[in-house]
């Protein structure tokens, strides 16, 4: 006696497999062309300053007060309002330096939520406390980049950072009861992230790759290495000239000890590395390193790789990437053309002289930090550690931040945010060692720790705001999540969702 062939799922026949394959990605484009169109509000200082001067002006014409020429300006608002590819070959360039990929602010991605339907905060004023709190925060940062992060406690200079942003009732940084110190300075309080040493342990240890391992001692630049002091030498960046002068490179490879050492790290990096040897170091923990979640913990017969094993968490770290930055060039080109710190220290430093009477807060113009770079400096600009100084697109939100967020949050996804790291470590202040951490630290509150590493990174090199950088790492986890929510119906695992905590501390599961 026969019997009836059942339809298999693997029957590539099958008139229902592609039925499937349609509704899944036509479902997922249908809950985006739901969503109600959002609004995306800037600061308005574009418009309140007929001269430009809180905008994003970097190698575009200028006069000698570093203030852009309004005939340029329209060219490049008209190509932002186009978003045509001939009317960008029109805006018109101070120098040799070109404009950073401003038409990727108009790409689609085929995954996760469009760019334009995700909104960042509108950043500090420029007339504001809060922004020239965010100012004082960077001249600290750059006074202080020499600082071995071990040496926070006890070092004059960081010790009088943290008294005075402790002072400013507008700054947003990391208190403790009420009071910014030395534990707390030039970081962010997301959860588990001020545990234990400034540097995450996913930036010093050791990581495999492929039949070798990897030790994360980097090329850094020479202490005292700071550029665009010089008015005529900023002046020239700005414009897009030729660069006034080079960096001083150390030519022995060292552990991030400072913060010299991190911008730099942040200077060479293209986007991917900071995610990919964490997501190597967590892989090479085995199994009791996954999340909970993992449909593979709970098999007897087998185990994942191209989904919920190596081959899936690589690509879902790695491609959070692009989405991430186009999310960031959206708002940069297309909302906020924000100003960059080197230009709102060429503001400061006309304020200070005289030569101009633009309507800058107090807090930064009579703080200590102003003071103290003029003392050291003789110009009020803001030292660069970057000798180009910022790259020639708007500051916020930063890029670094955006895909940093994104990738972050994919690993705690895939990954338990409280197995233990084991065989902690700390760099010496010499940056020459690994010495044993005696305390415990977690995968979740050092991947944070990892997040805030590279966005304040950038904001020590001095091309960013703390704003920036925040909001940006906020960004990334939105695009993050909104890829792991498009794929959680393609799955023949029995898979009951991803969790993860949030940089907000919230806890979430992902499904549908």
Known sequence: MGFKKAKLKGDFSSIKRIQKAFKIRNETALYYKKLPKVEHPGNGDERRYFNKIASYIKALPQNSL????????????????????????????????????????????????????????????????????EMVELYWQALTRDIPFNDYHTNPLTIAAAEELSTLTRFHGPKINGQVTPKTLFRQDFPGALEGP???????????????????????????????????????????????????????????????????????????????????????????????????????????????????????????????????????????????????????????????????????????????????????????????????????????????????????????????????????SDGLSLESYDRTLTVGGELNKLAYNIAIGRNTAGVHFRSSAINGMLLGEEVAIGILRDYQTTYNEEFEGFSLTKFDGTKITINI
């Not at 330096?97 to 996760?112: E, M």
Request: net charge negative; glycine share 6%; hydrophobic share 35%.
């Open 198 to 428: 400034y540097i995450s342990q996913f930036l010093w240890k050791d990581f495999p790759f492929i039949a070798t391992k990897i030790i994360q001692k980097y090329k850094t630049t020479l202490a005292g290495d700071d550029h665009l002091t010089k008015y005529e030498d900023w002046l020239a960046v700005q414009t897009g000239n030729p660069l006034p002068s080079s960096i001083k490179y150390d030519t022995t490879p060292r552990y991030i000890r400072n913060g010299r050492d991190l911008g730099e790290f942040v200077h060479k990096d293209y986007s991917v590395e900071s995610g990919l040897a964490p997501c190597l170091i967590l892989l090479s923990y085995g199994p009791g390193a996954l999340d909970a979640s993992n449909p593979y913990l709970k098999s007897n017969t087998q185990v994942g790789f191209s989904s919920f094993g190596a081959a899936h968490v690589l690509d879902f770290v790695l491609r959070a990437v692009r989405p991430a930055l186009d999310a960031a060039w959206c708002q940069k080109w297309l909302v906020h053309r924000r100003i960059r710190p080197e230009e709102f220290g060429a503001r400061i430093q006309h304020k200070m002289t005289g030569d101009a009477n633009y309507p800058i807060h107090p807090v930064v113009l009579n703080s200590n930090a102003l003071l103290k770079t003029y003392e050291k400096y003789k110009t009020y600009l803001l030292p660069q550690a970057f000798a180009e100084g910022c790259p020639t697109h708007p500051e916020y939100p930063s890029g670094h931040a955006t895909f940093i967020g994104a990738m972050v949050t994919m690993l705690k996804a895939f990954f338990n945010e409280s197995f233990v790291i084991p065989d902690p470590v700390v760099s010496s």
């Open 66 to 133: 570093g203030e852009v020429d309004l005939r340029a300006y329209d060219k490049y608002l008209e190509a932002i309002e186009t978003g045509e590819p001939e009317d960008f070959e029109k805006i018109p360039l101070g120098g040799e330096r070109k404009l950073v990929n401003p038409q990727s602010a108009y790409s689609f991605d085929l995954v996760g939520p469009d760019s334009h339907q995700m909104v960042c905060p509108p950043p500090p004023a420029f007339h504001s406390e809060e922004f020239a709190s």
